[in-house]
């Protein structure tokens, strides 16, 4: 799995164009579902239909989010620099120092306007785009191009670091759940969304249209483990985190018990989660329809949403081990 | 320019009280369109070229039939109306403006109220406001308000309230009048400037295979002292959306609309990324999704009583739009792939 993270980490999706993504991913899961289709707002939804039949078999959506964040140029000024605006929550202060890559491989740099000595905080009126260019029609970009930030993959030990780990860590931990997992009472429903970044929009109408009985998302989650946090209990390196609450959702009880007691079954350390910001794809799913009980299965990541983002390697496969164990057996009755 | 949206831009209507331009367009569109009903919710849906064939596309267009305005929260005893606003005003535009209220239309002038006169801040926020009608009588909690403007003409360019949205309504008008091969659902909303309400149960009772909002949008393309990005610019052609704080455009409509434009020689533009919102943020998310994108009229001084927009842009706009639903608009869309 740890080729498929890097392998993943390098594929261009900013929120809305998760085209390349989608076709590295559907390659993926060549083989390793029964249905794969992709719906009217992009999202890639395989099925795999149950191995066993079982009274305590159950319609199982999953959700990873394939869309990164990452900027949208607005304007190109005559001597070729970029004014831009942010696609999802992307954190000001981590914009000067950092690249972007655009989809027709053109680099960007961040500058802002004034003196390399200010310490004025960035704001997005006085920040660029450096894109290479030296007048406007020179720019190799123009209005309503997007990029997304990149640094080189990187892992020291069993930590890895990349621009992109949210979510693509989630989707390779879904990946190798279906590759793992060898017979469920289960119908899977492994969908890799789109715009999660910008508001879980394309959870919203994969829940609408797959009518689950119960929601899983796999995303990262913050930790309070680094100088400073604010405190929360996550750390890097202590196992998948089962979410008990963020912004937008409750995990629902008993959806919350049934991945507790697989992982106290088969040993399988876990840490319970509760974000105080943020939210996941589950929260969409949650109040679709009748409604869905929902829960989340999250690896830690320090420094979200900024373009170094860190996590654990054993984290991730203690995701996959807690799905592929809860996923075997029955939901409880 | 047009009998029609002169009309509109007159009819007074805020969100939850459309009903004078939801008559105005079902007596203007009825000779041309084989259904018309209104929703639970007050929308004004019009169908055109329903074969019954599944095979068809069906397309469903959007604009808003509210425009900007207030409520009024309470009448006071020495003639002045506390009120609120109906959607986004700029409070920094608002004292010496002509209002008028309720379904009588009653006159009246917003005016700083006299402790916020004295307050010393120098915009004072709407709940530092007040209306003085002279001391009319007949003004209840809920009246809405709407700006007193003329609708005429500024040189080259148009002037009147409300072009927000009823230009997309004139648009939609006057598109629901062309035969296309496709099945055309107009839908003008309701409740756009509170929340885009309207069209999301529109869009989920429709179930459209694709779905276009028809805007006035924001034009700042007056000077300013920093080469940046205006949001559009009057008379440089209808404006595309690519992606809003309500959604992202979907890039394949994006494509065939800049591609229709380029096409038929029809100037264009992209409407700044990022800034504004439109029904489109509720259409798209209905049931399982729904491609869409939104196409504008560029309009300075949106939301106040005198926005000014260019009649080439509005033309411009019925043009692309018309040769869009008689070209790929109205066929099913093919899969998205990328372009690497």
Known sequence: MRALIEELCGVFGPSGQEERIREVISGQLDGLVDEMRTDRLGNLIGVKRPTVSSEGGKRIMLAAHMDEIGVMVTHVDAQGFCRFTTIGGVLMNSLIGSRVHFANGVEGAFGMEGSPLARERPTPQKLFLDVGADSKEDAQVQVGDTAVFRSSFGEVGDRLFAANLDDRIGCAVLIQTLRELESSPHEILAVFTVQEEVGVRGATTAGYGLEPEIILAIDVTATGDFPQATPMEVALGKGAAIKVMDRRMIAHPKVRGWLEDTAQAFDIPYQLEVLEFGSTDAAAVQVSRAGVPAGTVSIPCRYVHSPSQVADYNDALGAVRLLVNALSGEYPS | ?340
């Open chain 2, 1 to 340: 320019m047009n009998e029609l949206l002169e009309k509109l831009s007159r009819a007074r209507g805020v969100a939850g009280h459309e009903g004078e331009v939801r008559a105005i367009l079902r007596e203007a569109l009825a000779p041309y369109v084989e259904a018309l009903t209104v929703d639970s919710i007050g929308n004004l849906i019009v169908r055109k070229g329903g074969s019954g064939d599944r095979g068809q596309q069906r397309v469903m267009l959007a604009a808003h039939m509210d425009e900007v305005g207030g409520m009024v929260m309470r009448a006071n005893a020495d003639g002045t109306v506390k009120f609120r606003s109906v959607g986004g005003l700029d409070p920094r535009i608002l004292p010496g403006k002509r209002v008028r209220i309720g379904a009588q239309s009653v006159p009246g002038v917003i005016m700083r109220a006299p402790h916020a006169a004295r307050s010393g801040k120098r915009v004072a926020p709407i709940s530092d406001l007040l209306i003085d009608t002279g001391g009319a009588g007949g003004i209840l909690p809920g009246d809405m308000i709407t700006f007193e403007s003329e609708y005429e003409e500024y040189g080259r360019l148009l002037k009147g309230k409300a072009f927000d949205d009823r230009v997309g309504c004139y648009v939609l008008a006057e598109l629901m009048k062309g035969d296309y091969e496709c099945e055309l659902v107009g839908v003008f909303t309701v409740q756009e400037e509170i929340g885009l309400r309207g069209a999301g149960v529109a869009a989920y009772a429709v179930e459209p295979d694709v779905a276009v909002a028809l805007e006035g949008t924001v034009a700042d393309d007056l000077p300013k002292q920093h080469d940046v990005s205006p949001t559009t610019g009057l008379g440089k052609g209808p404006s595309i959306s690519v992606m809003d704080r309500s959604a992202h455009a979907d890039r394949r409509l994006v494509r065939i609309l800049t591609e229709t434009a380029t096409a038929h020689d029809i100037p264009w533009q992209f409407k700044q990324p990022g800034v504004g919102g439109t029904d489109v943020g509720t259409i798209h998310l209905a049931r399982e999704g729904v491609p869409a994108v939104a196409v504008a009229v560029p309009c300075r001084y949106i939301h106040t009583p005198a926005a000014l927009m260019d009649p080439a842009d509005v033309k411009n706009a019925i043009e692309l739009m018309s040769r869009a639903l008689s070209g790929p608009l109205g066929r099913p869309l093919e899969a998205e792939r990328s372009e690497a």
